[in-house]
């Protein structure tokens, strides 16, 4: 029975950022949540976000809505600079899609929207819902962080309520991006960790040693995936590579040891890393609640220069919840002490998006 009782029919828009697959995976099960409950969900993406919650959802209305386009930097020390020149193109597709928004919503007669991390998303017309572990965004400097601080806000207060993927005791899993001192003017609710996977105990010798995702912006995503194909052949045991590519069929050449993939629907990725020894992966904040949530011992790359994942992995080594390096180390080394590391998995506890979604559409 669902849960939620005696509501009327409710036509909901979802939209995921675009920057990395990670905003379009953790929308997987409050989707589901939705349509379980009886609400009509539409979802607002393109390119490889769209391929990849298409292949989740194959009934599901789209509506093509451009990302932000973001350019990144192949040096971690220019990709501050980078992103700061590109802060006027991004203000400009938020004020885009805010206009876009409000005719949609005039024509489409949605009641609600979920924004991934989308800034424009917003309506006084109806409930819109702004979703983000990062209340506090990392920067390299004091006074700009500062600065990022209160536009973030500013963005995040014209939405009805923000919901952020984390535990709201304890610091939670993102520690202070997640719990900064201060939190938005509109109501605050933590969801817990949000994972599209079921935590399944495997009871045979696992299928592969290693299970290699690679994901992430351009170029340093290649250039992991490159750096990985290199050390494969010296590891033992048979090595899988998820290259992050929905809808490619490019082929990359692997060592004898190796099998690659361009992508992986749920399921299939549950099956694979149930089956693994090890997960190497980015430290994309998806990635980290998808593997602590399954109890996977894993070994995290954060993306050179994303102060993000450069604040989330030895945050989260610290505790012994993973096992990280940096892009440049000795990646062979690094994956060969991973098996001696003293992992402490973390008791991942049941969500609470249930009750804060039930309360949420109740209350309009």
């Keep these: ?13 979802v939209a995921p950022l675009d920057w990395g697959l990670g905003h379009a995976t953790r929308c997987i099960p409050i989707i589901r949540l939705l349509q379980k409950n009886g609400c009509e969900v ?27 386009n973001i350019q990144y930097s192949s040096n971690k020390r220019l990709l501050p600079v980078k992103i700061l020149l590109q802060l006027p193109k991004i203000v400009a597709a938020v004020r885009r899609e ?4 409000k005719k949609l919503v005039d024509e489409k007669r949605f009641d609600a929207v979920i924004s991934d991390n989308r800034f424009g998303l917003f309506t006084s017309k109806i409930p819109c819902v702004f979703i983000t572990h990062q209340l506090l965004i990392q920067a390299p400097f004091g006074w700009l962080q500062n600065r990022v601080q209160k536009l973030n806000y500013r963005y995040i207060n014209r939405y009805s309520e923000c919901w952020v993927p984390d535990f709201e005791e304890g610091g939670g899993l993102a520690g202070k991006l997640s719990h900064p001192e201060k939190l938005p003017a509109v109501p605050v609710r933590y969801l817990g960790p949000l994972s599209r996977f079921e935590a399944i105990a495997s009871t045979t010798q696992p299928r592969y040693s290693w299970l ?15 750096k990985l194909l290199a050390v494969a052949p010296k590891l033992h ?43 190497v992966s980015r430290c994309g904040y998806t990635t980290v609640m998808e593997m602590l949530a399954m109890g996977k011992k894993a070994v995290f790359i954060p993306t050179p220069g994303q102060t993000e994942q450069e604040y989330l992995a030895p945050h989260l080594a610290k505790q012994g919840w993973c096992y990280y390096c940096e892009q440049d180390d000795d990646v062979e080394q690094h994956l060969n002490a991973a098996k001696t590391f003293a992992y402490k ?8 998006l249930e009750s804060v979604v039930k309360s949420w559409l109740e209350s309009w």
Aim: aromatic share 6%; with cysteine; hydrophobic share 45%.
């Design 1 to 13: 029975m669902n849960f939620v009782e005696n509501l009327r029919y409710k036509k909901i828009l």
């Design 42 to 68: 539409t979802i607002a993406a393109s390119g490889a976000i769209k391929i990849l919650l298409q292949s989740e959802f194959p009934g599901i209305l789209f509506i093509d809505l451009n990302g932000y």
């Design 98 to 101: 805010n206009a876009w928004l």
């Design 212 to 226: 290699m995702i690679i994901s992430g912006p351009e170029p340093q995503r290649s250039m992991l995936e490159k």
């Design 237 to 279: 045991g048979k090595v899988l590579l998820v290259r992050g590519k929905p809808g490619s069929a490019e082929h990359v050449e692997v060592p004898a040891n190796c099998t690659a993939v361009n992508h992986l629907t749920t399921a299939q990725m549950q099956d694979a890393i149930v089956a693994s020894g090890y997960i």
């Design 345 to 352: 998995l973390p008791d991942v506890k049941q969500s609470a």
